[in-house]
């Protein structure tokens, strides 16, 4: 008879945990006439399927024990590495500026370009696909200013996502220019 093997858990680990059996769990077996059956195991790779899942690539590891008369028994264990995580944001802090043009201030305008270019995205497992939704004209106003929300958003390869929300806050506290003749203004009676 071969031994009677037990297969640790199928389990799901992040894209950077370790596949070692100290991590992912260890085969145990049983035999009538052996005390201490070898166990080894085999690792086949299945592939993954994100998108749509978080399944980034999935193991099935083939764990086998033999006893001393070479009697062989298997069991199977899915080690499946999944991106949990959406990726990780970061962003400037709001924006204030000072109207510098016909209702407002431009996107392309240096400062807002600068200030776009700090918002970043990192994910552990995968490429990242980014979003930041700057209007053409952010409008000015009065003091205190007429706020513009901005959102920054990033998603992994799986479909896990996040966002940030910003302001940008723009006012106009510059008189209009005047230009006057300097001439006295004569009348005749």
């Known amino acids: 008879d071969p031994p009677t093997i037990f ?9 950077n945990d370790s596949m070692d059996p100290s991590e992912t ?16 195991y085999v690792d086949l790779p299945l592939g993954g399927n994100c998108p749509p899942s978080t399944v980034i690539e999935s193991t099935r590891r ?3 024990a033999v006893d001393e008369a070479g009697n062989i028994n298997t069991c199977d264990q899915i080690i499946s590495v999944v991106d949990f995580d959406a990726p990780k944001l970061s962003g400037p802090p709001d924006l204030f500026l000072e109207c510098n043009g ?3 201030v431009l996107s ?17 497992c995968s490429d990242v696909t980014e979003s930041l939704n700057l209007p053409k004209l952010f409008p000015s106003g009065c003091a205190p200013g007429q706020e513009t929300l901005v959102i920054y958003s990033a998603a992994d390869e799986c479909n896990n996502g996040d966002f940030l929300v910003r302001t940008v806050t723009v006012v106009d506290t510059t008189p209009p220019d005047l230009s006057c003749d300097a001439q006295p203004l004569v009348l005749w009676p």
């Open 102 to 104: 016909e209702g407002g």
């Open 62 to 64: 083939i764990w086998n």
């Open 7 to 15: 297969c640790p858990p199928n389990v799901s680990i992040g894209c």
């Open 25 to 40: 769990g260890f085969a145990t077996a049983i035999d009538d006439c052996t005390i201490d059956p070898a166990i080894g």
């Open 108 to 124: 392309t305008d240096p400062k807002v370009q600068d200030w776009a270019a700090e918002f970043s995205a990192v994910d552990e």
